[in-house]
Every structure is written in structure tokens, then in C-alpha cells.
């Protein structure tokens, strides 16, 4: 749990400040209860239960506007069964000045951008992994970063520009809950160090976005840090002792998408400035990278669409990675890529829909399928089964490490 | 000389009855005209539900707001922004319409605060899982159909051109409609679609009319499956025309943010 009083507080004073003013203020309060539950089906996890997930939640949804301003939050309270406990989450919590042609939002919000289905170029905000390979909704994948955005709109562009003093790792799958390869399983004295608060810290990204002929078209630059943790040993030769921390990164790139070839095409790049490993010769530190993606989108039915993508993440300074890793550390590809399937039908007025989404590793033959059916019961309370299944490649591949955590989920909603 | 008398006042007859007498093309243009593009803009507070033949109900409850950007039967912009259900509410939606080509489509989706581009070819498919199309909220391109004056005759009072409009190629699902447009304010007051066998399999009708701004509008309208027996009702609480919308609303920004004052 993150930080959670005193954005509440701040936020609930604002609240309170929207409620006493004079003029027309306007509130709703929606949410959900939502029963998520996940079993095992290839063996036990490493903690020897066989669940991945079992809680109950509730979300609330509370938006208030008066004039020009607006609030929002977005807060879970959760009963996990697993570790028996209960967690208060603030999901999102904003208050949003708009003008005419500017607006800024202020506090805990998410913000997607880039045109992947699961996977990120452009999108460096923070991730969720375990809430998706567990089985959550996928809403679960994106995590809420902590800043500012203004966002500007003078006529010939639009402008996003953020500015997230408090940093946020991305989250992987728990070491309890999920088989994971772990290159060094034997040093158990780990330390995670996040960056500091300060105003060198502080993450800036900026996005600015317009049509260009038709085509959706979108500029993006990013200047602060991996949010996947490098690993540093206190002694190459015999570690006792592991720091995971997180390297200075840069991203520029840019996505452009629009109607072609009778469907939508998404085209996005981007380059990855290692900024700590800009040689390429420190192992523990992910080199800098280029990223491509080519995607299709198709109807091909009524209520029939595929998607299809293209994935890929070259490694730049190849020679120095390789000649600099230690013995015995398995050894990245200079091309790592992968093709994604998606397949979506709605049946019965839309209520019933039926998914498979799957990645195939090209270069590290490791696959994830993850088929699901959701039903609307009603109009406030519906229901998805589905499962993760991994395997293929290697222990250390992408998917082929999570081989062992196989699993089926079941989502239930009721809506209000 | 009498031959003469008789011919000119036959060919002024003919000349007559034939300037007022409407081309079946005119009548469906000018039906389409006041169905489809009525005013600069439009906004209305839109209820669907959706009816399964057992019973079942479901809603569907939107802002609907429309600009038209060109001519009569040219391009226009909608944007839908949903109240109800409670899954997708905060969801916006909008179509850029071209006569000649694919819409242009994107959906905003709150829970993750993203706006995409999403693929949809199929004018025909769904519309939000109801009984009416895509084509059948914001209309079917002119050139697509051959169209013919059955009969007139007289539908709840009002007299009606009744038009069959046969689809060229496959440009439909269905093997012709037969459509009642009113004489008066050229609405649809009903319309039968039928397969290629010449079964009926939709039938829409308009339930109810009313005069807005000097527009005659459809307020009430039902269309049924008579294959599925599922229906859909639609009525609109709320309407207006030629309220200044602006172009600049149909964009990423107002998609995430959708104005009040648009959507209330």
C-alpha cells in the first residue's frame, strides 16, 4: 500500500472545500463488488498452496465537479484470502482544472499511452504484471502514477507534459505466489532501493499528438528510470548480498495509427537510452534498446475482430553485453521478438463474449495463451472464466519461466 | 390545329405530374435529409432498452451529439457519451462518418484512461448489442441501394411513398426494405427488412413524432428482431438542434473529459 493517508486527506479537505462552496456542485458515487479467485493447474505455487489469487473487493468511484474544477477517486478495499489480510488501496485521486485551452490534473492517476496490446513502448508508466498473470481484470495491469499533467491545446498540436516527483516501480509476480526464474536463487539477503524524492528525480514525460493526414500521430519523450530493478551482488565472485534498484532511463518515440489495408494499422517506435550503461559493458544494467511494433486490427464479422502485432526489442552494444556477462548468467538475444494473436467474438446481443489472446516468442519459443468467456448476466452483474497458460523456450525465457503457473480465474462483478 | 392543342396539353400535363412526382432517388434523398442531417447539430439524451423475448430488459442510456460537416448525405461526426449501464459508464465513442468510405471510430475507456482506434468495417454490425445497426442511427450511404415507388398508400393517418430499395452487390445482409415515408416530413414511419427469400426480419417503426426547432423528429421508435423476437425501443428524453457545437469537441481531449455542458 502506497502512501495512501495523506493523499486522502488532502483529497477529502478538498472535498470538503467543493462541498461548502457556494454554486451548483454536482457528485456521483458508482463502484463494484467483485469476487476474484485463481487455482492452480499445473502444480502447487513455490509456498505450496495452489491459488494464485482469492479475494473479495470493493471499489468506489466518487467524482465531484464545481465550475471549472472537478475531483475524483477511485479507492479498493480488498480481503485477500491467501495472506488473510486486508488492503485499502487508493487506485486513482485527482482534482482537474480545466480551461479552454489548457487543463491540469493533479495526484494519483493513470495514464496510457502507445498503441500495444500488452506490450509497452511509449507506455513507461508503472505496470502490474502479477495483477494480470494472476488473473485480475486486466484495468489491474496499469498502476496510478503520483504528479501532475497539464495538458495543452493551442490549435495546430495537443501536449501532454507530466511530472511525477514520487516514483513507482512496476510490479512483478510475488516469489511465493509464482515460479520465476531467479539468476541468483542462493543469496537471500536482498534490499530493494527506490529512487529518492527530489527534484533531479522527479520523472518528466511528454507526449504531443495530432492528425496528420488521417492518421492518429504522436511524438513521445521520457527522462527517468527503469521501473524493472537492475541487480547489484556485493561481491561478483561470491554474493552474499543482492540490491535491486532502478537505472536512470530516456525513451523517445513515436506511434502513428489510422484506417488501412481495411482495417486500423498501428505502427510505434521507440529508443531506450540506458542512461547508467550507455557503453553496454555493465551486465546488471539493461543496455540500451530499440523497440518496433507493426499492428493490424480487423473485423472480420459481426462481432468478430482479430488483432494481430508484431513485437520487437533489439539490443544495442551486443559485443560489449556479451563480452562483459558473467560465467553462467544465461545469455539475452540480440533480437528478442514476438507475435501476438487476438481473437474477439460477441454473441447474444453482446452480452456473451469469447477471447484468446496469445504471445509466441520468435526468438525465445515460449508462448502464453490466455482464452477467456465473459457473460453479462444482466446489466450490473457479470462474470469471466478464463486461464494464463505458459511454456515453451527456456527457464529463463519470458513465458517459458512462468511455465509452472498455470492457472484458471474466475472474475464476478456486480456493477452499481 | 386541334391535334396540336391535344398534344401540348398532354405534354404539359405529363411535365406537371412529373415535377411533382418525386423520383423514387429524390424521395430516399430527401428522406435521409430529414432523418440523418436535420440542422447544423444535434443532441439528444437517448434510452434504449433492449428487450429479449422472454422479458429481459436491458439499458442503454447516452448523450448522442451529431455535427455535420459537409452536405446533406456527406460526412458528420457523432459522439456518444454513456451513462448506463454501470460497466461502461464514462465511456465515450466517436464516428467520424464518410459517405464513400469506412467510418473513422475511436473508444475512450475509462479504466484504464486510453483512447484507441478500433476496427469495425461492418456498418450492418450491432449497434451496442440492440436491434438497430449502425447504419440504422446514422444512415446508409445513398448509392448503395436501387430504390423504387411500390405504391402509396395511407400508414396510422399519414400518406406515405412506400419505397423498396434493393442493396447493389453485397453491399447488405438482407435482400431488400420496403420503407413508408411520410408525404408531409419525408420520416420513415416504418420500414420491413427482408432476406432473400422474402421473409421479413426487421421491422422498425416510428412510435412517435415530434416537432423540435421546426425539425420533425422521431422521439419513439422500436425495432424487432421477427427471427430472434428480441426488440428495441428507443426514446428520447431530451433533443435538440443547432446548439453551436464545435468541431473542436471531437477530439482525444474531450473524449477523455467529455464537456457538462454537452453531455447533461
Known amino acids: ?416 | 390545329m386541334k391535334r396540336l392543342v391535344l398534344l401540348i396539353m398532354l405534354l404539359a400535363i405529363y411535365l406537371a405530374s412529373s415535377a411533382l412526382a418525386a423520383s423514387p432517388d429524390e424521395i430516399i434523398q430527401k428522406s435521409q435529409t430529414a432523418f440523418f442531417y436535420p440542422g447544423k447539430d444535434f443532441k439528444a439524451r437517448v434510452m434504449m432498452k433492449l428487450i429479449s423475448p422472454n422479458g429481459q430488459e436491458r439499458v442503454r442510456e447516452l448523450t448522442m451529439l451529431r455535427l455535420n460537416t459537409g452536405e446533406a448525405g456527406g460526412e458528420q461526426k457523432y459522439f456518444m457519451y454513456f451513462f448506463q449501464p454501470a460497466e461502461v459508464k464514462n465511456m465515450t465513442f466517436m464516428v467520424v462518418k464518410f459517405p464513400e468510405r469506412d467510418d473513422d471510430r475511436w473508444l475512450f475507456v475509462p479504466a484504464i484512461n486510453m483512447v484507441r482506434r478500433i476496427a469495425m468495417q461492418d456498418k450492418q454490425a450491432s449497434f451496442v448489442g440492440s436491434d438497430f445497426t449502425y447504419e440504422d442511427v446514422s444512415g446508409r450511404d445513398l448509392g448503395d441501394d436501387s430504390h423504387e415507388l411500390v405504391k402509396e398508400e395511407s400508414l396510422n393517418g399519414k400518406e406515405c411513398f412506400v419505397i423498396k430499395s434493393t442493396p447493389k452487390a453485397d453491399s447488405a445482409n438482407y435482400g431488400y426494405k420496403l420503407s413508408w415515408i411520410d408525404k408531409t416530413t419525408f420520416l420513415p414511419m416504418k420500414e420491413e427488412y427482408y432476406d432473400r427469400s422474402g421473409a421479413t426480419i426487421r421491422v422498425f417503426t416510428a412510435d412517435e413524432v415530434q416537432e423540435v426547432k421546426g425539425f420533425p423528429t422521431i422521439t419513439k421508435r422500436t425495432m424487432k428482431n421477427l427471427q430472434s423476437g428480441h426488440r428495441t425501443e428507443v426514446y428520447y428524453s431530451s433533443q435538440d438542434y443547432n446548439i453551436g457545437l464545435d468541431d473542436s469537441l471531437f477530439s482525444e481531449r474531450f473524449l477523455k473529459q467529455p464537456p457538462k455542458k454537452w453531455i447533461e
Open chain 1, 1 to 416: 500500500m502506497r502512501t495512501l493517508r495523506p493523499w486522502c486527506t488532502a483529497l477529502l479537505a478538498i472535498l470538503v472545500v467543493l462541498i461548502a462552496g457556494k454554486g451548483e456542485a454536482s457528485f456521483s458515487l458508482h463502484g463494484f463488488i467483485q469476487g476474484n479467485y485463481a487455482l492452480d493447474t499445473a502444480s502447487a505455487n513455490p509456498d505450496g498452496r495452489d491459488s494464485k489469487l482469492a479475494e473479495e473487493r470493493a471499489q468506489l468511484k466518487l467524482e465531484a465537479d464545481q465550475g471549472p474544477l472537478s475531483f475524483f477517486v477511485k479507492t479498493d478495499l480488498a480481503w485477500d484470502h491467501l495472506d488473510d489480510k486486508e488492503v485499502l488501496e487508493l487506485r486513482e485521486g485527482t482534482v482537474d482544472y480545466t480551461s479552454s485551452n489548457w487543463d491540469c490534473k493533479l495526484g494519483r492517476q493513470v495514464v496510457t499511452w502507445g498503441l500495444g496490446d500488452l506490450v509497452f513502448i511509449n507506455d513507461v508508466f508503472p505496470k502490474d504484471y502479477e495483477a494480470f498473470f494472476a488473473g485480475r481484470p486486466l484495468e489491474y495491469l496499469k498502476k496510478g502514477v503520483d504528479g501532475v499533467k497539464f495538458g495543452l491545446y493551442p490549435g495546430f498540436a495537443s501536449f501532454e507534459v507530466i511530472a511525477i516527483p514520487l516514483f513507482t516501480a512496476n510490479h512483478f509476480p510475488d516469489a511465493q505466489r509464482f515460479w520465476m526464474f531467479d539468476p541468483l536463487p542462493m543469496v537471500t539477503n536482498r534490499q530493494t532501493v527506490e529512487p529518492t524524492s527530489n527534484l533531479d528525480n522527479t520523472e518528466v514525460a511528454v507526449r504531443a499528438y495530432r492528425d496528420v493526414a488521417g492518421f492518429d500521430v504522436s511524438l513521445y519523450g521520457y527522462r527517468g528510470f527503469c521501473r524493472q530493478p537492475a541487480m547489484q551482488t556485493d561481491s561478483p565472485s561470491s554474493p552474499t548480498r543482492l540490491t535491486l534498484w532502478y537505472p536512470e532511463l530516456a525513451v523517445y518515440g513515436a506511434s502513428m495509427q489510422g484506417s488501412a489495408l481495411g482495417g486500423v494499422v498501428s505502427l510505434e517506435t521507440g529508443y531506450y537510452d540506458s542512461r547508467e550503461d550507455r557503453a553496454g559493458d555493465n551486465p546488471m544494467i539493461s543496455n540500451s534498446q530499440a523497440r518496433f511494433l507493426v499492428g493490424y486490427q480487423r473485423q472480420f464479422w459481426e462481432d468478430f475482430t482479430v488483432g494481430l502485432q508484431y513485437y520487437g526489442e533489439e539490443m544495442l552494444n551486443y559485443g560489449e553485453y556479451t563480452a562483459t556477462l558473467p560465467p553462467g548468467m544465461p545469455a539475452e538475444e540480440k533480437l528478442h521478438d514476438m507475435v501476438s494473436v487476438r481473437l474477439t467474438q460477441l454473441l447474444r446481443h453482446q452480452t456473451v463474449k469469447l477471447s484468446l489472446f496469445t504471445f509466441w516468442g520468435l526468438s525465445s519459443a515460449d508462448y502464453l495463451v490466455n482464452p477467456e468467456v465473459k457473460y453479462n448476466f444482466t446489466d450490473q452483474i457479470w462474470a469471466a472464466l478464463g486461464a494464463n497458460l505458459y511454456g515453451g523456450g527456456e527457464p529463463w525465457t519470458q513465458f517459458g519461466q512462468l511455465d509452472h503457473n498455470d492457472s484458471i480465474y474466475l472474475q464476478t462483478r456486480y456493477d452499481f
